[in-house]
Each structure stands twice: as structure tokens, then as C-alpha cells.
């Protein structure tokens, strides 16, 4: 069963719009990861944020985790077409199974 | 480009036949990991390896097996092919194979059953 649920499963945004992508978990967790694929290809790690840590930036993406309400948010700012793609929360349980747990992915639009 | 790789890219086959896939790691990770990715399950963990050991299993069928070689890449292997088994198979791999690693991804193989 998949632990990560995205919210909403498609947004479709104009060009230099900021997205808002979420993601609720139902266990504790060591982290948590976002990662990006267009269309059919290869998965492409994001960002990681651990458990001890509140928000995370990097470049145009910052991400938080709110470990009291199990969830996290993505936020891509000034968004570009270049960033359609589909978008997934993983995360990692507390123990040596590193194993990720996937969302079903979040479905980015930016129209140019 | 992740630095993982995967080859064949596409493999199109017939019910019940054999295939392998096979996996090469980034520089210096010493783990590999095997997903699943369907329409109907989305992105499922299948199993894990470590220096050569299996250290996880998830959901992966008694069909399926793998493993990791000495020189660490690893292998995919499923038989008795079935139309259900069409789906993208990534690796992925990680320095030391713990839940504080960042996984790498390749490209992914897509499998066509038919």
C-alpha cells in the first residue's frame, strides 16, 4: 500500500505562477523526498528533508514538513514550462529498511 | 543524468518467456534498490540490496528474483512472464543503503508483455 498521498493529483498553472503541491504520510518517518518525472522517463531526486527539520530551499523549491500533522508541502516558485512533469513524495521509515514509500504523484501543467 | 544506469531501455516479449534486467550503480554506492512502476499500483518497492546482500524485500513476486554481484551491479530476473507484469522497472541506488540516504534513479527499463 502506498503511504504518501499528493494532493491535488493535477494542477495546471500559468507560467511564473508559484505551485503548491502536498503530501500526507500515515507512519513515522526517518525523511522525506520529492522527486520529479517527465513523462514516462526516469525519476529525478528533488529534495530531502529529515525529520528533525522544519523547511528545507533549494533554488526555486522549498519544501516543509509538519511531522505533528504527518505532511509536507512543495512549493516551486516562478514556475516554467520546463517544470511540467509529474511530482512524488517518498519517504523513509525509522529503522535500516530504507526503503521508499511513493505517493501516486501530483500531475504539473505550467502553460507557457 | 543520475550516474545510475539500466540497460535494456525497452524489452518487449511474449507471456511466460524469461527476462533479465540488469542495473549498474553510481561511483561508490554499495546498495541498489528495484521499483515497480504500473498505472494500476503506481511505484512499489520490489526488493534491496546491499554489498552484495539482500537487505529488504517488498512486494515481489515469487516469480521475480534478483541480485548483486561482486562488482555491485545487479540483476532483474522474471520468469513465467505474465500481461500484468508490463510496467517500468527503475534501480536506484544509495551510498550505504540506509533510511537517511538519498536514492539515485535510472532511466528505468519498460517492459512489454504480450
Known amino acids: 500500500s502506498q503511504q504518501g498521498e499528493e494532493d491535488p493529483q493535477a494542477l495546471s498553472i500559468q507560467e511564473g505562477e508559484n505551485a503548491t503541491m502536498n503530501c500526507s504520510y500515515k507512519?513515522?518517518?526517518?525523511?522525506l523526498q520529492w522527486y520529479r518525472q517527465n513523462s514516462g522517463r526516469g525519476l529525478v531526486h528533488l529534495i530531502l528533508?529529515?525529520?528533525?527539520?522544519r523547511e528545507k530551499h533549494s533554488g526555486r523549491l522549498r519544501v516543509t514538513l509538519d511531522t505533528s500533522k504527518k505532511s509536507s508541502s512543495l512549493l516551486i516558485t516562478a514556475s516554467r514550462a520546463a517544470d511540467t512533469a509529474s511530482y512524488f513524495c517518498a519517504t523513509a521509515r525509522t529503522g535500516a529498511n530504507s526503503k521508499l514509500t511513493f505517493g501516486k504523484g501530483i500531475t504539473l501543467s505550467v502553460r507557457p | 543524468d543520475s550516474g545510475v544506469t539500466q540497460t535494456p531501455k525497452h524489452l518487449i516479449t511474449a507471456t511466460g518467456q524469461r527476462v533479465t534486467l540488469r542495473c549498474s550503480p553510481r561511483?561508490?554506492?554499495?546498495?541498489v534498490y528495484w521499483y515497480q512502476q504500473s498505472l494500476d499500483q503506481g511505484l512499489q518497492f520490489l526488493i534491496q540490496y546491499y554489498n552484495g546482500e539482500e537487505r529488504a524485500k517488498g512486494n515481489i513476486l515469487e516469480r521475480f528474483s534478483a541480485q548483486q554481484f561482486p562488482d555491485l551491479h545487479s540483476e532483474l530476473n522474471l520468469s513465467s512472464l505474465e500481461l500484468g507484469d508490463s510496467a517500468l522497472y527503475f534501480c536506484?541506488?544509495?551510498?550505504?543503503?540506509?533510511?537517511?540516504?538519498?536514492?539515485?534513479f535510472g532511466p528505468g527499463t519498460r517492459l512489454t508483455v504480450l
Open positions: 536506484a541506488s544509495s551510498v550505504v543503503g540506509t533510511s537517511t540516504d538519498t536514492q539515485y
Open positions: 561511483s561508490g554506492d554499495l546498495s
Open positions: 507512519t513515522s518517518i526517518n525523511n
Open positions: 528533508i529529515r525529520s528533525n527539520e
